[in-house]
């Protein structure tokens, strides 16, 4: 009964900013690693950034760094990515995912499209 519900995403032009939420139901949130993925046409599911259960860890692919942020907020159930400085290049299906006791939940995916 783990769910994980996205929102956020949508089309921007290059240098602008996003959002992506990913609210999670059904399992003790703070107990839950959390992860955002991305999946471009054709190409294969990306990890992107991942944080710790008390965000005391946080990591980013390198094309990201500097440009993209993940948070928790372990009272609203959310874990987020803001996206700034967007680049056509990152334009995807972005997915979040949590990991609670060796078990993985994937949200349903939000697009990201970024284009002049």
């Known amino acids: 009964q783990v769910q994980l519900v996205e929102s956020g995403g949508g089309a921007v032009q290059p240098g602008g900013s996003l959002r992506l939420s990913c609210a999670a139901s059904g399992f003790i949130f703070s107990d839950g690693g959390m992860f955002w993925y991305r999946q471009a046409p054709g190409k294969g599911r990306e990890l992107v950034s991942s944080?710790?259960?008390?965000?005391?860890?946080?990591n980013y692919e390198d094309s990201v760094k500097g440009r993209f942020t993940i948070s928790r907020d372990n009272v609203k159930n959310t874990v987020y990515l803001q996206m700034n400085n967007l680049k056509p290049a990152d334009t995807a299906v972005y997915y979040c995912?949590?990991?609670?006791?060796?078990?993985?939940?994937w949200g349903q995916g939000n697009q990201v499209t970024v284009s002049s």
């Open positions: 944080i710790s259960r008390g965000a005391e860890i946080t």
């Open positions: 995912r949590a990991v609670v006791r060796g078990q993985s939940t």
